[in-house]
């Protein structure tokens, strides 16, 4: 698959998506950088402002299986991976799979589980396998989390830990609709539901041949530099308790990839990592207890941005 195929796969979905969603083009970007990348992606925002309802518009823009898990404080890492129960007719064990064998799943107020619960989805995350009673599990491919949360209310919610948060590839704000899209969401929801009108128009052959084809983006080494740069200087703020890992820089490589060939490219330029860098690289630092105010770590991360010495661009045209 070449990039310019790529790219039109990318603006097919998105112009579907488009017909539920009014504006968040910036979202749904990243929400597609998220697929093709193999990557996991958490949506926070107050309720209300569409989280849920485009990851449903993804869904059904993609001819993909999904399933949607209500996450609750007495949710059980069972109800999510499945379990073997006796089947009395054939005097055998068998195993009913889960919500989590899918290929995208929709991870409804995710820190309203328990730490057990959410430590549940690492493995299938990062490796996309369970293991059940001593047993591994391949899941689908492609396999997707789409994780929602609140950020205001914090009665009956256990706050997501690092190590699970530095498994999203995006941690992304949704933000209020503008005047103007404000007044389309009405017109547009007065008397019809136009999610129910959705049909796919990408299929699984598709998605697994772009998540093969879009690593063959050239980076050069001054932009690789570049790139290692920001990352580092994450590590060495006083503010930050703990820095972006190896696993957020390889995120970061990856998501500037994709974004370069949604943007007409065949090459990363200093401009993909500066683009990319607040939502692959904020939610992964731990800010220091005494010194967290709100958005410090995006605060954080433009900073790093505006004090390191950008590259010479260099590259080739789209293919």
């Known amino acids: 698959m070449s990039?310019?195929?790529?790219?039109?796969?990318?603006?097919q979905v998105k112009t579907n998506i488009g017909r539920v969603i009014i504006g968040k083009e910036d979202v749904v970007d990243l929400l597609l950088i998220g697929l093709i990348t193999s990557g996991h992606v958490l949506l926070e925002d107050v309720p209300g402002t569409g989280k849920t309802l485009l990851a449903k518009s993804l869904s059904k823009s993609l001819d993909l299986t999904f399933r949607r898990i209500q996450f609750t404080p007495d949710l059980l890492p069972s109800d999510l991976s499945g379990i073997h129960f006796y089947n009395q007719k054939l005097s055998e064990f068998e195993f009913r799979a889960g919500p989590l064998f899918t290929n995208l799943l929709l991870a409804d107020e995710i820190n309203r589980a328990t730490p057990r619960t959410q430590s549940s989805l690492l493995e299938c995350m990062e490796e996309r396998q369970i293991s059940i009673d001593g047993e591994t599990k391949l899941l689908a491919r492609p396999f997707m989390v789409i994780a929602t949360q609140n950020p205001i209310e914090n009665q009956g919610t256990?706050?997501?830990?690092?190590?699970?948060?530095?498994?999203?590839?995006?941690?992304?704000k949704m933000g209020y609709p503008?005047?103007?899209?404000?007044?389309?969401?009405?017109?547009?929801?007065?008397?019809?539901?136009?999610?129910?009108?959705?049909?796919?128009?990408?299929?699984m052959d598709l998605i697994h041949e772009a998540q093969q084809a879009y690593s063959a983006v050239q980076v050069s080494?001054?932009?690789?530099?570049?790139?290692?740069?920001?990352?580092?200087?994450?590590?060495k703020r006083d503010e930050v308790s703990v820095g972006v890992s190896p696993r957020g820089s390889q995120a970061l490589l990856r998501a500037s990839q994709v974004y370069a060939i949604l943007r007409g490219r065949g090459f990363v330029t200093p401009d993909d990592i500066k683009a990319m860098a607040r939502p692959?690289?904020?939610?992964?630092?731990?800010?220091?207890?005494?010194?967290?105010?709100?958005?410090?770590?995006?605060?954080?991360i433009d900073d790093i941005i505006r004090l390191t010495s950008v590259p010479a661009e260099a590259g080739a045209a789209i293919r």
């Open 3 to 11: 990039f310019h195929t790529i790219k039109q796969l990318a603006e």
């Open 158 to 172: 256990f706050p997501l830990p690092e190590a699970q948060l530095d498994r999203f590839l995006f941690k992304i």
């Open 178 to 203: 503008t005047t103007e899209e404000g007044l389309q969401l009405l017109k547009r929801f007065k008397s019809n539901d136009p999610l129910a009108e959705l049909t796919p128009v990408a299929g």
């Open 221 to 235: 080494d001054d932009v690789l530099q570049y790139l290692l740069e920001i990352v580092e200087q994450t590590r």
């Open 280 to 300: 692959v690289l904020a939610h992964r630092l731990a800010i220091r207890g005494m010194q967290r105010t709100a958005n410090q770590a995006e605060h954080i």
